[in-house]
């Protein structure tokens, strides 16, 4: 059976909304190589906080570069607030460990809804 948007589905949660992000990796040196990434993708829909703002979940790999890429798996903070009913969140973490190094990074991801 294909699956169809307009049919109703019952096991189907609430969509709530997503944000996309893009950015760099903080260089790391492994031996003479001093280098960083580029990463990209969508996070996970909203997660609600007990305090009224909510959250979400991101996962990405980085560029496949010099031989090598890392994994990249976070949570942002909370909403905020850039007026006209619009939020933006920022995260900060580190990617995963291969080649014997790992990155650090941090971004803000776009606005959600941007052409609304």
Known sequence: MQYNDEQPHKSRLKQTH???FSSPTHLAVNGEL???HRFAG???EAVPLSYGSH???LMANTDYFFNHFHGINAETGPAIDVGNGKHLHFVESTST???EHRHDFQFATL???PSL
């Open 42 to 44: 969508v996070t996970g």
């Open 18 to 20: 997503v944000h996309e």
């Open 55 to 57: 959250k979400h979940a």
């Open 34 to 36: 001093r280098h960083n």
């Open 111 to 113: 606005i959600d809804n």
């Open 97 to 99: 460990i291969n080649f």
